[in-house]
């Protein structure tokens, strides 16, 4: 019961190295393609961190990012931003503009969301133990 998430490996399949940036045409799937890529087939590291980040959105939101209600100008990362101001790891890695982007690696990402869990985990222990007493 272990989720593992795939075929965001656009920058492994093409780049050298993580800081490296390459122009490439390979299919993506609209709405998941960082605007680099799907505009000009720039391809780096953050193109997939991009990707992950629409991902987290859509898992936090509980809402694909095909839903009727992202026609237009609003889109999943507009709608998660009005309701949540703060810094969602999401928000950060799936800014329009790479240099905006969480400079982070993917390893980074999962220590940070295991951290995440960790304390959402205390806190709602903390929480059941102190409404029993």
Known sequence: MTAH??????????LRDDNSMIIASMPGTHGY???EYGTFGMASCKTDMFSFGIMLLEVFAGKRL??????????IRQWVHRGFPTELIGLLCSSNSPCKRMS????????????????????????AITATQ
């Open 33 to 35: 393609m960082a605007p």
């Open 66 to 75: 095909t839903n009727p209600m992202f026609v237009g100008e609003l889109s």
């Open 5 to 14: 998430v795939a075929d965001f490996g656009i920058a492994k399949l093409l």
């Open 104 to 127: 982070m690696t993917m390893s980074d990402v999962a220590v940070t969301s295991k951290k995440i869990k960790k304390d959402y985990t205390h806190s709602m222990l903390t929480a």
